[in-house]
């Protein structure tokens, strides 16, 4: 489905019951909503799941391919405005996280509790903003392609890539499809946001956090972060993962999500 946001169409899917508590599920960089369809699958019609792609991303427009962290909590809220959501779940991995961070910060209102995934607070240190910047400038000028063959080793096991997983295959595929330009945006938007970590104190909503224990992206210690300044919350590492963890180990990362999900009430 689609909807307009601030003239650049935006794509998601909704599958479960609308009547049910909504979870809102962002995806990480540079992928798609489609990295998510086994989470839907397992919350089935006990929730009714929304997942999108952010500006750029997947089915969603590019625009003018200038974005910032500011702008996408700007178009989730968007979302879940059109949607008529008043409060949902929000379920973010790596740069969704980011986007989930600062919403949260923004505005708490909206959310019933968070799910934080291989992501976390820190804003990136200089030698990270220039690695950004450098990254920005390659794939605009060698292409996607590219891109995702250099991207592939930092987000997944040794064992999916020697394999050659059917995850590994639907990620290259995906960053492939994904528009140079719109990568580099978001790579500009990931390097200018803001340091979430004072604000994790504040955070009064249920929390899971999930990492994978081969995360080198962002890692078990950056999650035990998380969890050591997020009261109440609670830190599972998913077995045989890297950076992707809800598609390297779903069985073990959906029963967390469900268990946390039903404890809600
Ligand atoms: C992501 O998976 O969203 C990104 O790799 C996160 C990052 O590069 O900081």
Redesign the pocket.
């Known amino acids: 489905m689609k909807t307009i946001i601030k003239g650049t169409e935006f794509y998601y899917i909704e599958s479960g019951d609308p009547a049910k508590t909504s979870v809102i599920f962002i995806h990480?960089?540079?992928?798609s909503h489609a990295i998510w369809q086994e989470q839907l699958a397992a919350l089935g019609n006990e929730f009714h799941s929304i997942a999108y792609d952010f500006r750029g991303m997947g089915n969603s427009g590019v625009g003018d391919g200038q974005y910032t962290l500011e702008g996408h909590v700007d178009d989730l809220i968007t979302l879940l405005d059109f949607l008529q959501i008043d409060q949902a779940v929000i379920v973010g991995?790596?740069?969704?996280g980011?986007i989930a961070l600062r919403a949260l910060e923004r505005n708490p209102e909206r959310f019933l509790a968070v799910v934080l995934c291989?992501?976390r607070s820190e804003a990136?240190d200089n030698a990270g903003k220039i690695k950004r910047a450098n990254a920005a400038q390659a794939v605009k000028k060698d292409g996607s392609a590219v891109f995702a063959e250099a991207?592939i080793p930092?987000?997944f096991t040794e064992h999916a890539i020697q394999q050659a997983l059917p995850a590994v295959k639907m990620i290259t595929k995906i960053i492939c499809a994904n528009d140079p330009v719109a990568i580099a945006g978001n790579l500009i938007a990931?390097a200018a946001r803001t340091d979430t970590t004072a604000s994790l104190k504040k955070i009064t909503v249920p929390t899971l956090i999930l990492v994978g224990a081969e995360d080198k992206?962002?890692t078990p210690e950056d999650a035990r972060n998380l969890q050591s300044q997020i009261t109440g919350s609670v830190l599972h590492i998913v077995p045989d993962a890297a950076?992707l963890s809800n598609l390297e180990n779903p069985q073990f990362f959906n029963e967390r999500l469900l268990e946390f999900l039903d404890s809600l009430g």
Do not use: E, K
């Open positions: 990480g960089f540079p992928f991995l790596s740069m969704g980011y291989d992501t990136d991207f930092a987000v990931m992206l962002t950076h």
